[in-house]
C-alpha cells in the first residue's frame, strides 16, 4: 500500500481578548505539522490573576470567520458534531493550561486556531 502522504497543517496563534495588562496567552509554535490519523496537542498557556478565566480554542477555516470549538465551560454535548469526538482540553487551572488535544487528525483539520482568554467572570 502506498505511503500515507498527506498532512495535516495546523497554523496557531494567539489572542487575549479583553485583557487587563498583565493578561497574557502563549502558544509556543506557530504552526505544527500533524500526520493524518495521529494525535496532536495544541498548547496554550495563559498568565492571568484571574482565578477562573475564560478559556477558549477557536478554529478558522480558511476564509472563514472564526468558531468556538470548546471552552472551559463546554460540556461534551456542547461542543459542534464536527468536534465532539477527537477534540478535547482539560482545565489545568494551577498549570494555567488549556492545552487542545486533536485525536485521529483529519485533512480538514487544516485551519488556524486560536487559544483566548476572557479574564470576566
Ligand atoms: C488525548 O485524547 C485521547 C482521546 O480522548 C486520549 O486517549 C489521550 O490520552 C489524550 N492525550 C493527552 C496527552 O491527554
Same mark, same amino acid.
Given at each position: 500500500?502506498?505511503? +500515507?502522504?498527506?498532512?495535516?497543517?495546523?497554523l496557531l496563534f494567539c489572542l487575549s481578548i479583553k485583557?487587563?495588562?498583565?493578561?497574557?496567552?502563549?502558544?509556543?509554535? *506557530?504552526?505544527?505539522?500533524?500526520?493524518?490519523? +495521529?494525535?496532536?496537542?495544541?498548547?496554550?498557556?495563559?498568565?492571568?490573576?484571574?482565578?477562573?478565566?475564560?478559556? %477558549?480554542?477557536?478554529?478558522?477555516?480558511? *476564509?472563514?470567520?472564526?468558531?468556538?470549538?470548546?471552552?472551559?465551560?463546554? =460540556?461534551? =454535548?456542547?461542543?459542534?458534531?464536527? %468536534?465532539?469526538?477527537?477534540?478535547?482540553?482539560?482545565?489545568?487551572?494551577? +498549570?494555567?493550561? %488549556?492545552?487542545? *488535544?486533536?485525536?485521529?487528525?483529519?485533512?480538514?483539520d487544516s485551519a488556524t486556531y486560536f487559544c483566548a482568554?476572557?479574564?470576566?467572570?
Amino acid at each position: 500500500m502506498e505511503q +500515507e502522504r498527506t498532512w495535516v497543517t495546523v497554523l496557531l496563534f494567539c489572542l487575549s481578548i479583553k485583557m487587563t495588562r498583565a493578561d497574557s496567552v502563549t502558544q509556543p509554535s *506557530n504552526s505544527i505539522v500533524v500526520k493524518q490519523r +495521529e494525535s496532536s496537542i495544541i498548547q496554550c498557556k495563559y498568565e492571568t490573576a484571574v482565578t477562573a478565566p475564560g478559556v %477558549f480554542w477557536y478554529i478558522q477555516d480558511p *476564509n472563514q470567520a472564526p468558531q468556538l470549538i470548546l471552552s472551559v465551560y463546554s =460540556e461534551k =454535548e456542547d461542543i459542534p458534531p464536527r %468536534f465532539q469526538h477527537r477534540f478535547s482540553a482539560s482545565h489545568e487551572k494551577t +498549570e494555567k493550561t %488549556f492545552h487542545l *488535544n486533536i485525536t485521529a487528525a483529519v485533512l480538514s483539520d487544516s485551519a488556524t486556531y486560536f487559544c483566548a482568554l476572557s479574564p470576566t467572570l
